[in-house]
């Protein structure tokens, strides 16, 4: 079964960190660009980081540039995301996305709308 599963999201004050991971079963993350991506209430779906499963290349939205470091455990599986400095208007469900035929900068600008897997999300609320 072809899973995706996000973790480590919680309530952060502003300032804080966080580290988000996305955990694949049932398949290897091998192929195409693994992505992070953000909803808020009200708001549409955006494209936080992406990366390339195949060389590794990268790609931050504005928003998240100089705070969010996206990278890849290929041995274990998994994909991360630690999350830095944050802001109320990070507070957002994050979901983990898996595109076979994509490059990063493709994947997140459109907001994932080809992804091929998702994961359930994890909530993150920055909040004093």
């Known amino acids: 079964q072809l899973q995706l599963v996000e973790s480590g999201g919680g309530l952060v004050q502003p300032g804080g960190s966080l580290r988000l991971s996305c955990a694949a079963s049932?398949?290897?993350?091998?192929?195409?660009?693994i992505g992070w991506f953000r909803q808020a209430p009200g708001k549409e779906r955006e494209g936080v980081s992406c990366?390339?499963?195949?060389?590794?290349?990268?790609y931050y939205a504005d928003s998240v540039k100089g705070r969010f470091t996206i990278s890849r455990d290929n041995a274990k599986n998994t994909v991360h995301l630690q999350m830095s400095s944050l802001k109320p208007e990070d507070t957002a469900v994050y979901y983990c996305?898996?595109?076979?035929?994509?490059?990063?900068?493709?994947?997140?600008?459109?907001?994932?709308?080809?992804?091929?897997?998702w994961g359930q999300g994890t909530q993150v609320t920055v909040s004093s």
């Open positions: 049932g398949f290897t993350l091998g192929y195409g660009a």
């Open positions: 996305a898996v595109q076979v035929f994509a490059t990063v900068q493709t994947m997140c600008v459109r907001g994932g709308v080809r992804a091929d897997y």
């Open positions: 990366i390339s499963s195949s060389d590794g290349s990268t």
